[in-house]
Nanobody
Framework: QVRLVESGGDWVQPGGSLRLSCAVS????????IGWFRQAPGKGREGISCISSGGGNIYYTDPVKGRFTASRDNAKNRVYLQMNSLRPDDTAVYFC?????????????????WGPGTQVTVST
């Protein structure tokens, strides 16, 4: 059974940092690209980053470029999202999923079911 479970979300003040983790099981992580998505209150889900199967290509949507860094450890079946310089508009539930990455800004196509997500809240 394919599972992706996010963790690491928390409340932080503006300017703070968080590291999200995505634990995968039920498939070989080496074979798949992984996308990070988020859904802010009252808004649709948006793609924010996508990392290719080997990690050689990593894409970011414009609002997070220079602040967020995606990485992966295939041996540990983990994908990570380091988030720095967090802003209130980063407040959202964050999800990871298998995805098809594209070079088009924020366009990543999810190819597996959504996990529970992890809540990130940025406020004073």
């Amino acid at each position: 059974q394919v599972r992706l479970v996010e963790s690491g979300g928390d409340w932080v003040q503006p300017g703070g940092s968080l590291r999200l983790s995505c634990a995968v099981s039920g498939f070989t992580l080496d074979d798949d690209s992984i996308g990070w998505f988020r859904q802010a209150p009252g808004k649709g889900r948006e793609g924010i980053s996508c990392i290719s199967s080997g990690g050689g290509n990593i894409y970011y949507t414009d609002p997070v470029k220079g602040r967020f860094t995606a990485s992966r450890d295939n041996a540990k079946n983990r994908v990570y999202l380091q988030m720095n310089s967090l802003r209130p508009d980063d407040t959202a539930v964050y999800f990871c999923t298998r995805a098809i990455c594209t070079r088009e800004n924020g366009v990543y196509y999810p190819t597996s079911d959504w996990g529970p997500g992890t809540q990130v809240t940025v406020s004073t």
